[in-house]
């Protein structure tokens, strides 16, 4: 389960499964098994284990805060630049 404390009490991260369709933003072999997608208005992240995410836009704004749960997890955003922190991974994502 998705644990979110969204800065705007409207963005929420959910729990999806099934195969992931999108572009793949990281390697999995270098980033610990984390695996950061991108599709239409969404950011999804495949994680073996518990993590810290964090999603900023590009100006610094705390968009999205949560704890996520081993799994698939998606993020919909409106369009724009993202910078989304997992544990020690820092990736921009564009919508």
Same mark, same amino acid.
């Given at each position: 389960m998705a644990i979110s404390s969204p800065s705007s009490g409207k963005v929420q991260w959910r729990e999806v499964s099934g195969d992931i369709q999108g572009k793949c933003l990281t390697d999995s072999r270098? /980033?610990?098994? %984390?695996?950061?997608?991108?599709?239409?208005? /969404?950011?999804? %992240?495949?994680t073996p284990h518990t993590i810290q995410v964090k999603v900023f836009t590009i100006l610094g704004q705390l968009v999205s805060q949560a704890t996520l749960q081993p799994g698939t997890s998606e993020l919909r955003l409106k369009r724009g630049i993202y910078m989304v922190k997992v544990g020690n991974i820092t990736q921009k994502v564009a919508i």
């Open positions: 270098t /980033t610990d098994g %984390i695996e950061i997608y991108q599709r239409s208005g /969404t950011i999804i %992240i495949k």
